[in-house]
């Protein structure tokens, strides 16, 4: 997959720490708004394996209230520009044609996008960049999107052929199907059968142009694990990375999560036991 200055392989799959610089943000919210601290904690993650960095500058926690522009710029420029000049693997976490805009001039190498590229001007804003893309799955709003009961005729089935639809429009636009990754988008429109679901049938969510596309997967401290486990989000890091290994297992080719050494730790061992089930 082509991503900005990077060319990824995946042959294993490839640990996105999550920073966000909101005061709001559901799990870690409040912490890294002040730059210093961001920077610090991006060091962290890189420290502790992270092969990619995922900014992002509005919350998305349901009923979260949509962050002014010129807000989410200051908030994720800056840190962008700072990460990129450190030849480190940076993404944005955006909707914003704005914001893609200007996190393309100061360098970033991915955008990833909860709206799957559906706001007007999401796609040119990138299509004439070598950046890469992830185009994720979202039933209705972040606002509204747990109003109600979300629901599917079957759930894999549906978010599979909302993939296909986007990175087919995607394509005919101009994009090369090497920069596109998608994301089935747990949380967000979902049930908890629904989530169990799309990460028990993880491979059928991805569209196949020629092949395959990359998955990226984010579970991370999220719902679906609470209900499992029944713990507040700060005390779902063991649930998180079983869920980061479940999504390993099933050919994720990215995962996004907070706990970033536990999950460089537990999928080294899972990459160990699939190496040696190779070479049996
Ligand atoms: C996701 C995301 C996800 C991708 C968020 C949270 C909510 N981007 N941004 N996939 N979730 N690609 O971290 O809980 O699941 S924000």
Request: glycine fraction near 8%; charge should be negative; aromatic fraction near 4%.
């Amino acid at each position: 997959m082509q991503c900005g200055r990077f060319s990824l392989t995946f042959e294993r799959p490839l640990v996105m720490g999550i920073l966000n610089v909101t005061p709001d943000s559901f799990s870690d919210g409040g912490s890294y708004v002040d730059p210093a601290e961001a920077r610090r904690q991006a060091e962290r993650m890189l420290t502790e394996g992270a092969d990619i960095i995922d900014i992002g500058g509005e919350s998305t926690r349901p009923g979260a209230p949509p962050v002014p522009l010129d807000e989410e710029l200051k908030r994720v420029i800056p840190l962008v520009e700072e990460l990129v000049k450190a030849n480190i693997l940076v993404s944005v976490d955006t909707y914003k044609p704005e914001v893609m805009r200007h996190a393309l001039a100061a360098g970033a190498d991915l955008i990833n996008d909860i709206w799957g590229f559906r706001m007007p001007g999401a796609i040119d804003a990138v299509k004439d960049s070598q950046c890469g893309l992830c185009v994720m799955h979202m039933l209705g709003e972040p606002q509204t999107m747990q109003v109600g009961e979300p629901a599917y005729d079957d759930v894999v089935a549906d978010v599979r052929a909302f993939l296909d639809e986007r990175v087919n429009t995607m394509i005919k636009a101009g994009v090369a199907k090497n920069r596109i990754s998608v994301d089935p988008g747990f949380g967000f429109g979902k049930t908890v059968e629904h989530n169990y679901a799309l990460l028990a049938h993880l491979p059928k969510t991805a569209p196949v142009v020629g092949r395959p596309l990359p998955i990226l997967a984010g579970m991370s401290r999220k719902s679906m694990l609470g209900a499992v486990v029944n713990r507040p989000a700060p005390q779902r890091v063991a649930a998180s990375v079983a869920a980061a290994v479940c999504a390993a297992e099933r050919g994720a080719a990215m995962i996004r999560v907070h706990d970033v050494e536990q999950t460089v730790d537990a999928l080294k061992v899972w990459a160990a036991t699939r190496d040696a089930a190779r070479s049996a």
